[in-house]
């Protein structure tokens, strides 16, 4: 007997929006946040709270474990329920990552329509999550699920790391090698499936990316002495660096022409498939970026293409960066140099 999967409805028809596991527009939230007086700051054990905009929170046990919290969720952006259950809690894993640590322990959070969609898919988008996560070694104990219209579907993730090496977003410094450690283009692809119009390779190589585990990155990172980096998600490759660089109170320049992005990303850039997110991405960073004319149109929104579940961007000293690199690559991930942390304004980036 086929499994429920195989007569699913279309999920990403269910999702408004769902090119891409868009963030709310963070102009908006900043404001928010400002104007709340209960937005914790780090201070005593807490290394890192909401005031720092960081990828987790990190709270200190003792001098060499603290423990790292995170949670992310979002609306279908591919057709299969397991595949979407898989990219879901590789996303939500990723900022355990993108801290220096583990991921040890998980909750699923969904939310499901309670008529109209069959409760057996929700059984298939939480095998695909489990799945992910016994591959990080992370155990998942239970959840919580509302009725909701529009499925849902994430973690909320514990990990541990050590307090001493810690990766953040505010320690990269002038002279810093950027690297990318997966390429860019899932939140055109997924915006193009939305459409009808993504091939099953182009489709199945963004799947592959987006369930792929930031692990050996981040321990790659962390064994060379990286301590500024985050994940790339819905702000884009621009807008997190821009965070990063705005927290370091430095800019950077990037090399526009070996960012990787993903088979086919480009030529359906260019045919328009560009999600409400990537547009709101480069409105955002309008007074930030100085782009080379001679980039590429379709690169230039790749550069800002709203992310699902995307790579780590590591902040990379210089003595370092070759050997990181080629260990990156020695774990089979297409990861590349794509600029440099330079002096100037604080969150300024040129890309050549």
């Not at 927290?247 to 992005?261: F, L, M, R």
Request: negative net charge.
């Amino acid at each position: 007997m086929a499994s429920p999967a195989a007569h699913a409805p279309r999920l990403t028809a269910l999702s408004p929006g769902a090119g891409c596991a868009c963030k709310l527009p963070l102009a908006k939230l900043e404001r928010l946040f400002a104007s709340m007086d209960t937005i914790q700051p780090a201070s005593g054990d807490l290394l890192v709270g909401a005031a720092e905009g960081d990828d987790a929170a990190v709270l200190r046990q003792d001098e060499g474990h603290a423990l790292v919290l995170t949670t992310d969720f979002f609306t279908p952006i591919v057709d299969d329920p397991r595949d979407w259950g898989r990219i879901s809690a590789a996303n939500a894993l990723s900022d355990v990552y993108a801290m220096g640590g583990r991921p040890l322990i998980a909750v699923n959070i969904a939310a499901w329509p309670g008529d109209g969609l069959p409760v057996e898919i929700l059984g298939e988008v939480l095998s695909g999550g489990a799945e992910v996560a016994a591959a990080a070694g992370c155990l998942v104990a239970g959840g919580h699920t509302i009725d909701d219209p529009v499925p849902k579907y994430g973690m909320a993730v514990v990990g541990m790391a050590d307090p001493r090496h810690l990766m953040t977003i505010d320690r990269a410094v002038p002279g810093d090698v950027l690297i990318l450690t997966k390429p860019i283009g899932t939140g055109i692809v997924a915006t193009a499936l939305k459409r009808g119009a993504a091939g099953g390779a182009t489709l199945r190589a963004a799947v592959d990316s987006m369930t792929l585990l930031n692990a050996d990155a981040g321990q790659a990172a962390l064994a060379a002495g990286v301590r500024a980096a985050t994940d790339v998600t819905g702000f884009g490759l621009l807008g997190h660096l821009h965070r990063m660089l705005t927290a370091s109170e430095a800019a950077a320049t990037v090399y526009g022409d070996q960012v990787p992005i993903l088979p086919d990303a480009a030529m359906l850039a260019r045919d328009g498939f560009i999600s409400g997110g990537t547009r709101a991405n480069v409105e955002r960073l309008r007074e930030a970026v100085v782009m080379d004319p001679a980039i590429a149109p379709e690169t230039a929104l790749l550069l800002h293409d709203a992310q699902t579940s995307g790579g780590l961007l590591l902040a990379a000293p210089t003595a370092t960066a070759d050997a990181l690199l080629h260990n990156l690559l020695g774990h089979g991930l297409s990861a590349a140099v794509i600029g440099e942390v330079t002096q100037g304004g604080s969150g300024r980036i040129t890309v050549h």
